[in-house]
Structure formats: C-alpha cells, structure tokens
C-alpha cells in the first residue's frame, strides 16, 4: 500500500524519521559515496514529504521555507530508492512538493541545487538552469530556479 505523507519535524513519528535518515544515508552516503554533513539542523525548519510503501520510504524530499538556504523555497535530499526507480515515482514526487509549495505555501519560486546529471528531469518539470556547473561533495551541481 503506497501512501504519500507530508509532515513538519515535529510531527514525524520517531519510526518515520529514523527511516528518512536511513533512506537517506543509503542513498547518498552508499550508493553515491558522498561523504558529507547530512544532519543539518535545517531539516527542524523543514517539511518532509515521502512516499511509504508498508511502513518503508521508498522516496523523499523536503522542502525547506525561504530564507534558509536560499532566498527562496528550497527542495532538497530528493532521492528515490534503487528498486523503485524507473516508475515515474520521482516526478511524482517533485511535482507534489511544488504543487505544496504554490497552493499550500503560496510561494512563487522554488530553487534548486541538482545533481547536473538531472538537468532534463528537472527542465521537465519546470525548472530553469540559473547557474554554471559547480561541485558539491565532489559531485557536479547546477543551481535551478521554477517559477509559476
């Protein structure tokens, strides 16, 4: 049973947030050899949207109010799980947060720091290259920008 969730720090469950930071260090840490700072303190701030299939996270955002990372609404950690990727789960996933972000929010802009590799996934769903490529933890990065 797929059930999308969408919640603030404190209203995750300890059982929810142990599975994003555990989806989340698979992820990024595993599977792309990052190492960096995944605990932030800016996830308190932030709200947490997911895809749970029987109580696992299969994907994750969370998008985080203006002023925090950048001027604008930030979506940030997007990932999908390895076997559940290929599925349109993803886009789903990021045209939820901006549907949160615009109708819930009330928010014009959305800024993103993507894994450039992503560019097309991201101009698909509206967003707009707004910087060079840069590296981030070692990995190449593009700054992009949606506006409704």
């Not at 142990?18 to 990052?34: D, M, N, S, T």
């Not at 819930?104 to 698909?124: H, P, V």
Request: net charge negative.
């Amino acid at each position: 049973m797929m059930n999308w969730q969408i919640k603030e720090f404190n209203q995750l469950t300890t059982k929810e947030l142990y599975e994003i930071l555990k989806v989340r260090a698979e992820v990024f840490v595993v599977e792309q050899q990052c190492i960096f700072q995944d605990l932030d303190s800016k996830d308190e701030v932030s709200y947490h949207l997911f895809l749970e299939d029987h109580s696992e996270i299969v994907a994750y955002l969370r998008i985080l109010p203006p002023n925090i990372s950048y001027s604008e609404v930030a979506i940030g950690r997007v990932l999908t799980k390895a076997e559940h990727r290929k599925k349109g789960i993803s886009k789903k996933l990021v045209q939820n947060a901006i549907n949160f972000v615009t109708d819930r929010l009330g928010e014009q802009a959305i800024r993103i720091s993507a894994q450039a590799y992503l560019l097309k996934f991201y101009n698909d769903l509206g967003f707009e290259p707004v910087s060079e490529v840069y590296l981030e933890d070692g990995i190449e990065h593009i700054e992009m920008l949606y506006r409704k």
